[in-house]
C-alpha cells in the first residue's frame, strides 16, 4: 500500500513532507555507506548474525529507525542489522527485482503485498508468534486480518493511519459558518463547501480539496453512503459498479464539477492541499494526523485555527466508515538464513516500547490501541478523531479497502481514477464510466489467469 504510505509520508513528512530520496544501497542488497555503528561482539556460544533491514523511510523517520536499530545491536551484541532505507518510488521495483533474484534483505517494509503474495516470497509467522509469546492481540485487528492470507499471519504493525477532514476555524469565522459536529452528513459536508468557496482566479477560496487520483482518500470517503469497491469476499464486480457507488462518485466528483473543490492541477500549481490550507486558498482538507506535528516543526499555520473532524456520512444516524490501513506490514522473506533472529528484531520494531517512542514523535497513530489510553490520545481535540476508531469501534463500520486487500488493486485503482477523469472532464454517465471500468478490470484478470 505504498502509494497510500507515500501519500501519508508526503502528506506527513514533506511537510517537511514527504518522499525525499534516501542513499540506495548497492544492488546486491549491500550499503557502501552503512551508518550503522559498531557492535560489541557477541556473548561466548552466541552466533553472531546479520539481518537486513529494507524500508523507504526518510527524515525523522530513518532517523528514528537508526536511533532504534543502534540501540537494538547495542541490546543484542551477536546481531548487525543492516539498514537499507530507500525512499522513493523505486522502493517495490528494487525489491521485487531482489525478490525474484533469491536475495532480498531478511526485513521488509511492502507496498501492494498482496500481489505478492501467491509467489510464495513471504514468510508465514504463525509459528514464531506462537514460540516467542507475542501477544498478537495488542496489533489492530484490521490490520491482522489486512495481511492474514490462507489462515497465516504473514506481517505486523509498528503504527496504523487514520484519516478525518481537517477545517481552518478562522475562515469558518469569518463565514459565520458553524465548524462541522460528530454525525455531519455528506449534505453538511457539501453545504459547508458552498459557503465558504469565495472569490476568482488566484484569489478564489475553495470549500475544500479532494483528491482525484488517489484511491487511498476517493475510496474512504466514497465508503459514506455503503458504497464499496471491493466486498468482504473481495468481489469487485456488481460492487465498484453498483447504484450506490455511482451515487458516491457522482456526489464526490460534483465538488470539483461545481467548483468547490479544485482541479488537481489547479491544486498542485498552487503547491498542494497543505500549502493552499495554510496560506488560507483553502477552508477543509482531507489529511492524516501528521499534519498537526508538521506544523509544530515547520509551522506555516496557527493550530488554535485549526479543527479535526471524522469524515462525513451519508445519512443522518449512519456510522463512519474508517480506514485504518494507511500504512504497512514489516515481513521476513522466505528467503532469509535467520528467521528466528529476523521476528525478534521485527517484534521489538513493533513492540509497545518501540510504538510508544516512534508515536510520541507525532507523525502517527498507534496499532496498539492501549497506546491510545496511556498516551492521552483521546484528550487531544485535533487527535482525537484519529484516534477514537482504534479504541471506540463500536461507533464505526470497517469496510476492507482495495489497497489492503485486492490482487487487482492495481488495476481497480487505474480504471477507477480513469473512470472518475472522465466523469469529471467528460462529463460521462458515473454508471456508464463504473461499468466500464469494471469490465476493463475484467479483461485485466483473465489475462492474469
Same mark, same amino acid.
Given at each position: 500500500?505504498?502509494?497510500?504510505?507515500?501519500?501519508?509520508?508526503?502528506?506527513?513528512?514533506?511537510?517537511?513532507?514527504?518522499?525525499?530520496?534516501? @542513499?540506495?544501497? &548497492?544492488?546486491?542488497?549491500?550499503?557502501?555507506?552503512?551508518?550503522?555503528?559498531?557492535? =560489541?561482539? %557477541?556473548? !561466548? #556460544?552466541?552466533?553472531?548474525?546479520?539481518?537486513?533491514?529494507?524500508?523507504?523511510?526518510?527524515?525523522?523517520?530513518?532517523?528514528?529507525?537508526?536511533?532504534?536499530?543502534?540501540?537494538?545491536?547495542?541490546?543484542?551484541?551477536?546481531?548487525?542489522?543492516?539498514?537499507?532505507?530507500?525512499?522513493?518510488?523505486?522502493?517495490?521495483?528494487?525489491?521485487?527485482?531482489?525478490?525474484?533474484?533469491?536475495?532480498?534483505?531478511?526485513?521488509?517494509?511492502?507496498?501492494?503485498?498482496?500481489?505478492?503474495?501467491?509467489?510464495?516470497?513471504?514468510?508465514?509467522?504463525?509459528?514464531?508468534?506462537?514460540?516467542?509469546?507475542?501477544?498478537?492481540?495488542?496489533?489492530?485487528?484490521?490490520?491482522?486480518?489486512?495481511?492474514?492470507?490462507?489462515?497465516?499471519?504473514?506481517?505486523?504493525?509498528?503504527?496504523? @493511519?487514520?484519516? &478525518?477532514?481537517?477545517?481552518?476555524?478562522?475562515?469558518?469565522?469569518?463565514?459565520?459558518? =458553524?465548524? %462541522?459536529? !460528530? #454525525?455531519?452528513?455528506?449534505?453538511?459536508?457539501?453545504?459547508?463547501?458552498?459557503?465558504?468557496?469565495?472569490?476568482?482566479?488566484?484569489?478564489?477560496?475553495?470549500?475544500?480539496?479532494?483528491?482525484?487520483?488517489?484511491?487511498?482518500?476517493?475510496?474512504?470517503?466514497?465508503?459514506?453512503?455503503?458504497?464499496?469497491?471491493?466486498?468482504?469476499?473481495?468481489?469487485?464486480?456488481?460492487?465498484?459498479?453498483?447504484?450506490?457507488?455511482?451515487?458516491?462518485?457522482?456526489?464526490?466528483?460534483?465538488?470539483?464539477?461545481?467548483?468547490?473543490?479544485?482541479?488537481?492541477?489547479?491544486?498542485?500549481?498552487?503547491?498542494?492541499?497543505?500549502?493552499?490550507?495554510?496560506?488560507?486558498?483553502?477552508?477543509?482538507?482531507?489529511?492524516?494526523?501528521?499534519?498537526?506535528?508538521?506544523?509544530?516543526?515547520? @509551522?506555516?499555520?496557527?493550530?488554535?485555527?485549526?479543527?479535526?473532524?471524522?469524515?462525513?456520512?451519508?445519512?443522518?444516524?449512519?456510522?463512519?466508515?474508517?480506514?485504518?490501513?494507511?500504512?504497512?506490514?514489516?515481513?521476513?522473506?522466505?528467503?532469509?538464513?535467520?528467521?528466528?533472529?529476523?521476528?525478534?528484531?521485527?517484534?521489538?520494531?513493533?513492540?509497545?516500547?518501540?510504538?510508544?517512542?516512534?508515536?510520541?514523535?507525532?507523525?502517527?497513530?498507534?496499532?496498539?490501541?492501549?497506546?491510545?489510553?496511556?498516551?492521552?490520545?483521546?484528550?487531544?481535540?485535533?487527535?482525537?478523531?484519529?484516534?477514537?476508531?482504534?479504541?471506540?469501534?463500536?461507533?464505526?463500520?470497517?469496510?476492507?479497502?482495495?489497497?489492503?486487500?485486492?490482487?487487482?488493486?492495481?488495476?481497480?485503482?487505474?480504471?477507477?481514477?480513469?473512470?472518475?477523469?472522465?466523469?469529471?472532464?467528460?462529463?460521462?454517465?458515473?454508471?456508464?464510466?463504473?461499468?466500464?471500468?469494471?469490465?476493463?478490470?475484467?479483461?485485466?484478470?483473465?489475462?492474469?489467469?
Amino acid at each position: 500500500m505504498k502509494k497510500k504510505w507515500t501519500a501519508c509520508l508526503a502528506a506527513v513528512l514533506a511537510m517537511v513532507l514527504v518522499f525525499a530520496a534516501c @542513499g540506495n544501497p &548497492a544492488a546486491d542488497g549491500g550499503n557502501a555507506d552503512d551508518k550503522s555503528p559498531t557492535t =560489541p561482539a %557477541p556473548a !561466548e #556460544g552466541e552466533e553472531a548474525v546479520t539481518l537486513r533491514y529494507m524500508t523507504w523511510e526518510d527524515g525523522d523517520w530513518q532517523k528514528f529507525s537508526e536511533d532504534f536499530i543502534a540501540q537494538y545491536m547495542e541490546q543484542n551484541p551477536h546481531v548487525t542489522v543492516q539498514y537499507e532505507p530507500t525512499a522513493g518510488s523505486e522502493y517495490m521495483t528494487k525489491l521485487k527485482t531482489m525478490l525474484s533474484a533469491g536475495n532480498p534483505p531478511d526485513v521488509v517494509w511492502v507496498d501492494g503485498w498482496q500481489e505478492l503474495i501467491s509467489r510464495g516470497v513471504f514468510e508465514p509467522l504463525d509459528a514464531y508468534i506462537e514460540k516467542h509469546g507475542f501477544d498478537i492481540s495488542a496489533q489492530n485487528p484490521e490490520l491482522i486480518d489486512m495481511v492474514t492470507h490462507d489462515g497465516h499471519i504473514y506481517g505486523l504493525f509498528g503504527w496504523a @493511519g487514520v484519516t &478525518a477532514i481537517y477545517y481552518n476555524k478562522e475562515l469558518f469565522d469569518e463565514a459565520g459558518v =458553524p465548524y %462541522p459536529q !460528530e #454525525g455531519w452528513t455528506w449534505d453538511d459536508m457539501k453545504e459547508i463547501a458552498r459557503q465558504l468557496t469565495k472569490g476568482e482566479g488566484a484569489d478564489k477560496v475553495y470549500g475544500i480539496e479532494l483528491p482525484l487520483d488517489w484511491i487511498g482518500a476517493f475510496e474512504t470517503i466514497m465508503w459514506g453512503n455503503g458504497a464499496r469497491l471491493i466486498d468482504d469476499n473481495l468481489q469487485y464486480d456488481g460492487v465498484m459498479n453498483s447504484a450506490l457507488m455511482a451515487e458516491a462518485i457522482d456526489w464526490y466528483t460534483s465538488f470539483v464539477r461545481e467548483g468547490l473543490a479544485p482541479q488537481p492541477a489547479s491544486a498542485k500549481s498552487m503547491g498542494g492541499a497543505e500549502e493552499m490550507f495554510k496560506t488560507g486558498k483553502l477552508a477543509m482538507m482531507y489529511g492524516f494526523s501528521g499534519f498537526i506535528q508538521s506544523v509544530k516543526v515547520n @509551522g506555516g499555520f496557527d493550530l488554535d485555527k485549526l479543527g479535526v473532524i471524522h469524515l462525513p456520512v451519508a445519512n443522518k444516524g449512519d456510522k463512519p466508515a474508517v480506514n485504518t490501513t494507511f500504512t504497512n506490514p514489516i515481513m521476513i522473506t522466505k528467503d532469509s538464513k535467520n528467521k528466528d533472529e529476523a521476528f525478534k528484531f521485527l517484534a521489538a520494531r513493533v513492540g509497545d516500547e518501540t510504538q510508544r517512542e516512534f508515536v510520541s514523535l507525532g507523525w502517527t497513530v498507534p496499532s496498539n490501541a492501549n497506546l491510545v489510553y496511556e498516551l492521552n490520545m483521546l484528550d487531544d481535540p485535533l487527535l482525537r478523531p484519529f484516534v477514537d476508531p482504534l479504541v471506540n469501534r463500536d461507533k464505526y463500520v470497517y469496510p476492507k479497502p482495495v489497497g489492503a486487500y485486492s490482487p487487482l488493486y492495481s488495476a481497480i485503482t487505474e480504471n477507477m481514477v480513469n473512470a472518475i477523469s472522465k466523469i469529471v472532464i467528460r462529463g460521462d454517465d458515473p454508471q456508464a464510466a463504473l461499468d466500464e471500468a469494471v469490465a476493463n478490470v475484467k479483461k485485466i484478470e483473465a489475462d492474469r489467469q
